[in-house]
T-cell receptor, first 118, second 113 residues
Framework: AQKVTQAQTEISVVEKEDVTLDCVYETRDTTYYLFWYKQPPSGELVFLIRRNSFDEQNEISGRYSWNFQKSTSSFNFTITASQVVDSAVYFCALTPRGRGSTLGRLYFGRGTQLTVWP | DGGITQSPKYLFRKEGQNVTLSCEQNLNHDAMYWYRQDPGQGLRLIYYSQIVNDFQKGDIAEGYSVSREKKESFPLTVTSAQKNPTAFYLC????????????FGQGTRLTVV
């Protein structure tokens, strides 16, 4: 069974604060991909990052950083010095790649609504 | 520009009517997907297709039908059998079944009136 949990339903911060969005996943597959997507008010999902289960190196892209820890099955997302334009719903997702799994399909968490106030 | 186009953006349907949502991609992707989004529930998979003329049910396929006659097109029909069709529908595609990255359309918001 595949499951992605985003326990934070809504987060509000003031501009320039740092914020971390949590993601915990469950899978029996030893190989999988993890993703983060951003959904602005327009509705389209915007791809942010993909992480292979074999690669536990943390990644930084500008103000965004991701912390992947296999030991705790977590893939957390931090925005440093948040801005109003970061306001959106953020989804964590999982794609299993093991034999017998439905390759290609995404399992999504319920999303975290981030609001950044000026 | 390459991408996924969903139309219409807003759709209203009377109860008891079938309605078809369009999804077209010019990315030359093999795999295409339909997801349904309800408030506070994330995205759930309705149908997916890994190749032309083949498609599989997702987790919530009841009341929906699809076709994949062309690589670039994957229309979704919401039938009258779907008990609660009001939702936001998102179409996605990926290069192949490995799905290293899925691209999404802008979505169609369907409202039953």
């Amino acid at each position: 069974a595949q499951k992605v949990t985003q326990a934070q339903t809504e987060i509000s911060v003031v501009e320039k604060e740092d914020v971390t969005l949590d993601c915990v996943y469950e899978t029996r597959d030893t190989t999988y991909y993890l993703f983060w997507y951003k959904q602005p008010p327009s509705g389209e999902l915007v791809f942010l990052i993909r992480r292979n289960s074999f690669d536990e190196q943390n990644e930084i892209s500008g103000r965004y950083s991701w912390n992947f820890q296999k030991s705790t099955s977590s893939f957390n997302f931090t925005i440093t010095a948040s801005q109003v334009v970061d306001s959106a719903v953020y989804f964590c997702a999982l794609t299993p790649r093991g034999r017998g799994s439905t390759l290609g399909r995404l399992y999504f968490g319920r999303g975290t609504q981030l609001t950044v106030w000026p | 520009d390459g991408g996924i186009t969903q139309s219409p953006k807003y759709l209203f349907r009377k109860e008891g009517q079938n309605v078809t949502l369009s999804c077209e991609q010019n990315l030359n992707h093999d795999a295409m997907y339909w997801y349904r989004q309800d408030p506070g529930q994330g995205l759930r998979l309705i149908y997916y297709s890994q190749i032309v003329n083949d498609f599989q049910k997702g987790d919530i396929a009841e009341g929906y039908s699809v076709s994949r006659e062309k690589k670039e097109s994957f229309p979704l029909t919401v039938t009258s059998a779907q008990k609660n069709p009001t939702a936001f529908y998102l179409c996605a595609s990926s290069i192949n079944r490995q799905n290293t990255e899925a691209f999404f359309g802008q979505g169609t918001r369907l409202t039953v009136v």
